[in-house]
């Protein structure tokens, strides 16, 4: 394929959609608007240090508005683009707890539904952590008014999956199924290009990312993982390193790109674990998956899944493949 780096997020989808005539084009002008909402939120992400000069969120600003937690921010962008946009006839979110259904003119003519966390790892905000948005994106199954069967889909059904990361540089990272692309934006121009080609993700990686202060709450499977993770084997490149920044976003960025093992399992304060099937786990399985790693909840194939709730939780070993398969063999062993 000819060489792309640097072609701009909305050029590359317009031509990838040649590359692949089944896509449609609706799904393309969906992720654009996904990009969209991205880059206001990435604006009010980028001054949030300056809320302590400005005003502390929930208090009213110099100008008399009331400064918002900027995950409210971010949900009601990504509802307000989608919106606009005419591509999507419901949604779901983490900070909604029922599922939206747009009602406007022509809504329910629209192909898709969207799940997103609108703000990802928001508990970094006040230490300049990055933090991101989660998207996964769906054909609706219904006709009419869309239905809670539009929203409660396996993700082995979505069609469009990524996040945008809001870090050092902001970075959108998305499938449709044919590989992983990575688009960094640039502020000058205000577009996201195309910096991370077709992303792989190693099958043996050196990192192991889990909240270690629950290590007296895991299962026993988990605890004799982790020791292994640190066990002294040279040939093998253990022990591993341990990085987590308590952002599944960003603890999934960095192993996507430098191999690893995100691990979020049962605990006994959270035997479901604590992370969301529908807007965290699905879209990061696809992503993973697509880039050559694996997910699952340590028994089934998380995009396997079929959601019974918006809200779900379920346990997640994401990641490389050969990690991800010896925690599985960890726990097969019982
Ligand atoms: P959110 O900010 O959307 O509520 O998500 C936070 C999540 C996830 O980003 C992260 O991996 C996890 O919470 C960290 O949880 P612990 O603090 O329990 O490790
Ligand atoms: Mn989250
Ligand atoms: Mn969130």
């Known amino acids: 394929m000819q060489d792309l780096k640097g072609i701009t997020f909305d ?24 990009a969209l909402a991205s880059k206001v939120i990435n604006r009010e992400v ?31 962008q990504m509802i307000k683009y989608l919106k606009a946009g005419g591509q ?43 933090i991101g948005t989660i998207f996964s994106i769906y054909k609706r199954v219904s006709t009419g008014i869309p239905t809670i069967h539009d929203i409660l889909q396996a993700g082995k059904h979505q069609v469009a999956a990524g996040y945008v990361i809001y870090g050092s540089s902001t970075m959108m990272v998305y499938t449709t199924g044919n590989g992983v692309n990575g688009f960094t934006l640039d502020p000058t121009i205000g577009e996201f290009c195309l910096s991370h080609p077709n992303i792989q993700t190693a099958a043996n990686g050196k990192i192991y990312s889990i909240n270690e202060g629950e290590t007296n709450n895991w299962p026993q499977y988990v605890r004799d993982y982790v020791s ?7 040939d093998e490149n253990r022990p591993y390193s341990h990085r987590y920044i308590g952002s599944m976003v960003a603890d999934l960025h960095r192993n996507l790109i430098k191999g690893g093992i995100f691990i979020y399992p049962p605990t006994t304060k959270a035997p479901k674990g604590k992370l969301r099937l529908l807007y965290e786990c699905n879209p990061m399985a696809f992503l993973v998956e697509q880039a050559g790693g694996k997910a699952t909840d340590g028994l089934n194939r998380i995009m396997d899944i079929e959601p019974t709730e918006l809200h779900q939780r379920v346990p997640v070993y994401i990641g490389s493949k050969n990690m991800v398969e010896k925690l599985e063999a960890f726990k097969a062993a019982e």
């Open 11 to 34: 050029e590359y989808v317009i031509l990838r959609q040649k590359d692949f005539p089944s896509a449609q084009g609706d799904l393309s002008k969906l992720l654009r608007d996904i």
């Open 46 to 76: 980028n001054k949030a240090g300056l809320v302590d000069i400005l005003g502390m969120t929930g208090v009213r600003n110099v100008q008399g508005e009331e400064v918002q937690k900027l995950d409210e921010y971010a949900n009601e």
């Open 88 to 130: 999507c006839c419901a949604m779901g979110s983490e900070e909604e707890e029922d599922f939206i259904i747009v009602t406007d003119e022509h809504a329910q003519e629209a192909h898709y539904v969207v799940l997103f966390d609108p703000l990802d790892g928001s508990s970094n905000i006040d230490v300049n952590a990055s």
């Open 228 to 234: 292994y993770c640190k066990e002294n084997v040279k």
